[in-house]
Structures are given as C-alpha cells and as structure tokens.
C-alpha cells in the first residue's frame, strides 16, 4: 500500500499543477466557460460561475462585538431488538457573545419520541415506522428551528452569525417521494423565512470538503466538443479521456495552491437538483483559507447578495475557526453538548425497561438485545 501511494504521489502532483494551470487559463475565459458548462449535458455536479475561477478576497475586518448561534443533533436511532420501538434526538444549541460583556450559553435539549404520532412517518402516502435516514432529516430540521429560538433569546442582536455543522442542501431529499419530502423542506424554508426577515446570516461549514464542483466545471472546460455531452463521448477508443488528466482532485486542494489565509475565493452556485425547490433560498458557497485547512461555506442567496452579510460571514466563520484551532469554536462547543456516546444509549435503553418494568409491563428483548448486554467473554 505504502509502495503504491508513493508511486501515486507524484502523478497527483502532476496533476494538480495541471488542475492549477487550467484555472488560470479559464478564469482569462471565465464567460466563455460559464456558457459552456450551462450547455452541458452531464451527470457531474457543475457550479454556476459569475466571476474569474481565481478571484480571490481578502480577510474584511471584524467587527469589536459580535454573536455566534449554533447548534448540532445526536441521536439514538430505534432498535428492534430492545423493549419499546422508540428513539430520541439530543439538540446541543450555543450562544457565544463577544465584545465588552462577552458570554456564552450551553445547553442541550433532548426529545423522546414513542407515540404513533411521534414514530410514525407519511412516506409516499403511507405511515411507516421512521428509519434513520428519516430520523436524520427530522433532527437536521430541529438544528435549524433552534437557530431561530437562539435569536430569540439572544440579548444582543447586532452582527448576529447563524452557524450550522455541514452543508445546507438537503442531498437526501433528492429521491423521497414528494410527501416527505415536502414535510422537511416547508418547515426548513420557513426557517430560512424568518432568518431573511430578520438579516442574520446563516453559513454551513463543511471542514475538509471533498466536493469538485470546480474540478468538473474545468474538465468541461477540457473537452474539445463545443456542448459536452458525456453520454455520446466520441473520444472513449483513446487511452485517455480529454477531461481524464485532472481527475481525482478536489477543489479543497486546488485552492489550497490559489488562497492564503484568510482568503476566501469568489462565489459559486451549486447546481443540486433538490435546489429547485429552495426558491430564493438557493444555495451559494465559497472556499475559505482558515489556515489550517480549506473549507467549504455555503450560504443562502441572499445572504450571497448582500456584501455586508457576505463579508460579516467571511470574517466571523475565519475568527470562529482560529478561535477553534481550525474549526469553528460555536461548532465545537454545539456537537460537545448534542453527542450521545455509546453509554448514554444504553443508559437510554436501560431507563426505558426499568419504566415499563416499574408499571408490570412484560418486556421482551431478542435473543441479540440480551446477548449485547450480558457478552459471553
């Protein structure tokens, strides 16, 4: 293994000076290129361009006082193989207040779900019993409805961060039948509502991204076909594709030659097909130097719009990550209060079995959930 990756080492530095060196030449032909990957026809994930590919900006000052709101999910998905079909989802919620007064507020708020009502999800017009992959959306909208109960109670409403662990497109809605996917998307875009009511910014941070939006947009940039149409690829009989040279790097790495810290590159739109139900929501994203690693913040449009709000997220998520010796403190301090370790689940277990026991409920576990607890060796 350790023999292959050296072999592999300097062809990837090939080609990411190669991926480099394309950049530059398409940001001279950014227009051009933006047309180009419009026209195209390809599976790839492809970002709207509307500036040169290698637009940098620097670090806008930070304001004396600021506030950061954060939060982060956990949870404890539901197991067959204990007493009671029941789960529950533990949101972690910050508030880090800077400036003369300065403060923080640490708190969790876990919620038990076990009724039908709780348990049970529409799902292409049936109830089903919620899996994780539902569970997971569920807790992702409860992240965001705290963000606006953290404003609420927020003293100090001034240059106010809305700050979330991860991206703001809902990927996995992309194939839910449209009655799910309808229940999460209303209760998120109202959140989105109410945030642009109110200007604060909201930013997802994505640390160590392995997107390629832009690597994609260059290897269009590659094919010598005026419309590229991967389908119909009349150059598969040669040894090499004409966009194959630069595959296999990121935009993570690629920026990592092209920003400093403290720089952020030019804006992007990302082009996810369940963006076509954000409406003016639709969502942007830069790459951010924070000097220990490039990261990937997306915003919302009109965040995106509005230089004020853009730069106020630019400075504060840069702060938030030197703050946390390369990723943002509110962040940390959110998944620190929302982690369920794996004692805690069992505790959770435990605690339901001694409260049906208590009440001369007969419990059953499976031969498994006994096993788990009591281990041969």
């Known amino acids: 293994m350790v023999e292959e990756k050296k072999n592999f080492e300097g062809k990837f530095l090939e080609k990411i000076s190669l991926a480099q060196a394309e950049l530059e030449l398409r940001s001279r032909q950014w227009e051009e290129l933006s047309k180009k990957v419009k026209l195209s026809k390809t599976s790839w994930l492809l970002p709207g361009i509307f500036s040169p590919l290698n637009t940098k900006y620097p670090l806008p000052s ?15 998905f539901p197991d067959r193989h204990e007493a009671l079909p029941c789960f529950l989802i533990n949101i972690g919620s910050v508030i880090l207040q800077y400036g003369i007064g300065g403060k923080a507020q640490l708190k969790s708020y876990p919620k038990f779900f076990y009724g039908d009502e709780d348990r049970l999800t529409t799902w292409d017009g049936r109830r089903i019993p919620a899996d994780s992959a539902v569970i997971s959306e569920k807790r992702a909208v409860m992240e965001f409805e705290e963000i606006i109960r953290l404003h609420e109670v927020c003293e100090d409403k001034d240059n106010v961060l809305a700050l979330c662990d991860g991206t703001l497109i809902f990927w996995r809605l992309e194939g ?4 799910f996917k309808a229940e999460i998307m209303n ?3 109202n959140v989105m509502d109410r945030l642009k009511t109110m200007k604060v910014p909201i930013a997802g941070y994505i640390s160590y991204p392995g997107s390629i939006d832009i690597i994609n947009a260059l290897r269009v940039g590659l094919c010598p076909e005026e419309v590229s149409y991967c ?4 150059y598969t009989d040669l040894p ?3 966009c194959a040279p630069i595959q296999g790097v990121s935009d993570r790495v690629l920026f990592s030659r092209v920003l400093e810290p403290g720089e952020r590159s030019c804006l992007f739109e990302s082009s ?4 076509e139900l954000y409406g003016e929501h639709t969502i942007f994203f830069f790459y951010l130097n924070v000097g220990e690693e490039i990261s990937r913040v997306e915003i919302p449009k009109w965040v995106a719009q509005d230089n004020s709000l853009l730069n106020l997220v ?10 946390g010796d390369g990723y943002p403190a509110a962040l940390i301090e959110a998944h620190e209060q929302a982690v369920v370790k794996g004692k805690d689940r069992d505790f959770f277990y435990e605690l339901v079995k001694e409260a049906l026991v208590r009440s001369d409920f007969k419990v059953t576990l499976s031969r498994k959930g006994l096993s788990k607890r009591s281990p041969g060796i």
């Open 176 to 179: 839910a039948p449209l009655d």
């Open 231 to 234: 389908a119909q690829c009349p």
């Open 240 to 242: 090499e594709l004409p």
């Open 62 to 76: 930070r304001p004396s006082g600021y506030t950061v709101v954060a939060s982060d999910g956990s949870q404890i």
């Open 314 to 323: 630019h400075t504060l998520v840069f702060d938030q990550a030197k703050k």
């Open 187 to 189: 209760s998120f875009l």
């Open 272 to 275: 996810s097909r369940i963006l």
